[in-house]
């Protein structure tokens, strides 16, 4: 860059002449600046109306649907008796219920029912408590001293397949699978039956083959991520605790309800031995020594002295458990689900875990009466040659008392409907779009009329979906016409930054109001909308799909407001136009809609023709203005602007250049002139001597 020298010689304030200068040579640049900045509010209108169009378009898509003509109204005789609601595609008639002889109910057993003696569940003069361990009051159950704990483990692994396969195996450490047929496999939250042996007739899809060793093996591809989770009994569990570098006072095992224990330290083995009155026992080593005491019931494991740092420490153990399972036949078909149960594990537990299992049963514990029910989440008869509800295990037939259990429930709903005798497995049914609900029983005698159900139109919800069509539609022509028919005012342009520091920010906006107004005065593509959506209201429909009373919107009551000044908005005569929805639905269905396949717009509803005409409307105005997620080469304005930025660049280089010259040009004064003067005082020097 050449050096330039601002006035040392001259006295002159170089830098604001060549600003002056420039300043003059930059005025075709801020014509590019605000030519630049017109096209971009062009774009930025277009753009909105294109939005207010996208937003039309879309209202007018929900219109093509029936349901914007169609909701439905019920009204019932005796709500007491019989409740209804109705879809938008149930048809308009009446429905009479009579002679309603039962309700349905949900199967149900309660335990000890079927017995006179020994029917609660704890022992006589005894109390059990459902929030505490299960197995440490067996004893306090009335048929505790007959029910044997099992000894294993009861853990639990949830997979997930990591592509399409036929089967996938646990992790089981050096352990195997015990009772097998007692394992639980949900795949996706759903039960599948387990079986130990293939069947003659194979696998079935909801059936997987368990073996010992952890493999499962489906009779149906399982796809990739898919999730499996498996409860199983491992004959025993082995648990290594981290040698840490800090003395180690206590150990906490995974299990509680512990059964056998080899505790092994240092490679050295503790098991087992005495109990003592505070319910801890000792670990004791084959030469009687005693390193600690354990909690069976919570595994936990205090040492008599802190071992010290870097101690391995390994336990073997087994613990008490115990399973049951619930077969529940329901809508979905038979559902067999398998649940296991720790000794440390409290009834309430238990229930909450039948409760929240999806296996379709709900069980419940009654203090004060110490019984249990188990009932079918489902109401209904789905069994019709057994019981909806069958269990199976010592805990809960022996330990629980249901082997003797008596079934109740699990019936249907019968009635007639229309003079039809019938029946559901819920009380809440479904016909013909209508969803009834049979509350109470009554019959002939006392209600000789039944209770009777009218399905109509709702008038006010139909009119409301037209109304607020009409107003969308007014709002779009009002912005639409606002922008054609806005004034110009051609002596304000874009301020240039020049101009705007110095004006106030309330006297730019003001400025900038008059500059953005009229760009879209006359714009041929938006009067071609405004004046085709028109002619789509107003043409007449001569559907072939229907014969229909009302061709044209002033036979509903929908007119073009008298005042001019409105550009063609629409009003609605609500009396007319609620008659008109009373008197003939289908005939205004078929105003708006018509003959939506048919190519003649005369056969054409409204709506198809209006949405064929603001789409497009919005390509012609995407293809001018793009959208938001165009390139500037994608459209029109966007070509424009390109070429108006290459031309800025341009002329800001062709500036650069020339204020570099008028620097050089100074620059060069500058220093003949300090040539000049120094020629000047070498002269006066030698004159002076």
Not at 465 to 485: A, F, P, R, S
């Amino acid at each position: 860059m050449d050096m330039r020298v601002g006035g040392l010689a001259s006295g002159m304030d170089i830098d604001s002449i060549v600003a002056d200068l420039m300043k003059a040579e930059r005025m075709p640049l801020s014509k590019l600046k605000q030519q630049k900045q017109i096209i971009e509010w062009k774009r930025d209108d277009y753009r909105l109306i294109n939005t207010l169009l996208l937003d039309f378009r879309s209202e007018l898509t929900q219109f093509k649907l029936s349901s914007k003509y169609r909701s439905r109204v019920t009204a019932t005789s005796d709500e007491t008796k019989v409740t209804a609601s109705a879809t938008n595609g149930a048809a308009q008639g009446s429905f009479t219920i009579n002679n309603v002889t039962r309700l349905a109910s949900a199967a149900t057993r309660i335990s000890g029912s079927s017995g006179a003696n020994g029917e609660k569940i704890s022992g006589t003069g005894k109390t059990f408590n459902p929030a505490s361990s299960l197995f440490g009051q067996t004893d306090n159950l009335d048929n505790g001293s007959t029910f044997v704990w099992g000894e294993g483990v009861v853990d639990k692994q949830t997979l997930k397949t990591s592509s399409d396969t036929n089967s996938i195996s646990l992790e089981l450490s050096g352990t195997s699978i015990k009772d097998i047929a007692k394992t639980s496999v949900k795949v996706n939250g759903k039960a599948f039956e387990v079986v130990t042996s293939v069947p003659p007739e194979g696998l079935n899809a909801d059936q997987v083959l368990v073996d010992e060793n952890g493999t499962l093996s489906f009779g149906t591809t399982m796809k990739k991520d898919t999730s499996i989770q498996v409860d199983y009994i491992a004959e025993s569990k082995t648990q290594a605790f981290p040698a840490v570098d800090k003395k180690v006072s206590d150990i906490q095992l995974a299990k509680g309800s512990i059964q056998s224990l080899i505790l092994t330290i240092e490679g050295k083995d503790y098991s087992l031995g005495q109990t003592g009155e505070d319910g801890k026992t000792e670990l004791k080593a084959a030469d009687s020594s005693i390193i600690g005491y354990i909690d069976k019931q919570n595994g936990k494991i205090n040492f008599t002295e802190s071992l010290p740092e870097k101690t391995t420490i390994s336990a073997n153990y087994t613990q008490n458990y115990t399973d049951f399972s619930v077969t529940i036949h329901g809508k979905n078909g038979k559902q067999v689900t398998n649940f296991l149960i720790q000794g440390n594990e409290s009834l309430n537990t238990i229930i909450n875990r039948v409760n929240t299992s999806g296996s379709g049963a709900s069980m419940l514990y009654d203090a004060y009466s110490d019984r249990m029910t188990l009932s079918r989440t489902e109401t209904g008869d789905f069994n019709k040659t057994g019981n909806e509800i069958s269990t199976s295990g010592a805990f809960l037939n022996s330990l629980m008392k249901f082997e003797n259990s008596t079934e109740t429930g699990g019936t249907n709903v019968e009635f007639e409907i229309n003079g039809l005798k019938t029946e559901r497995t819920s009380n809440t049914f479904e016909m013909n779009g209508v969803t009834f609900t049979i509350k109470d029983l009554f019959n002939s005698s006392t209600m000789p009329n039944g209770v009777t159900t009218s399905v109509q139109n709702s008038t006010d919800d139909v009119f409301n979906n037209i109304k607020g069509l009409i107003d969308q539609y007014n709002t779009l022509i009002g912005v639409i016409n606002g922008k054609t028919n806005e004034d110009r005012y051609k002596s304000y342009s874009p301020l240039t930054d020049e101009q705007r520091e110095s004006l106030t920010d309330k006297q730019q906006e003001q400025w900038e109001e008059k500059a953005r107004s009229g760009l879209l005065k006359r714009d041929s593509t938006l009067t071609s909308v405004v004046s085709q959506m028109r002619m789509n209201f107003y043409q007449p429909v001569d559907s072939v799909e229907a014969n229909s009373i009302y061709r044209q919107l002033a036979s509903i009551g929908i007119t073009t407001t008298s005042n001019y000044r409105e550009g063609g908005k629409l009003v609605i005569d609500e009396a007319k136009l609620k008659k008109a929805i009373e008197n003939d639905p289908a005939s205004v269905e078929n105003l708006f809609k018509g003959g939506s396949s048919a190519t003649d717009p005369a056969q054409q509803g409204i709506v198809h023709r209006l949405y064929n005409t603001v789409n497009g409307a919005m390509d012609k105005l995407k293809a001018k203005a793009g959208g938001a997620n165009s390139t500037n080469q994608q459209f029109t304005l966007g070509k424009d602007l390109n070429n108006v930025d290459q031309r800025i660049s341009s002329f800001e280089l062709k500036m650069k250049q020339v204020e570099d010259r008028y620097w050089r040009q100074f620059t060069a004064m500058e220093k003949a002139i300090q040539k000049a003067n120094s020629q000047s005082a070498y002269l006066m020097q030698q004159f002076s001597m």
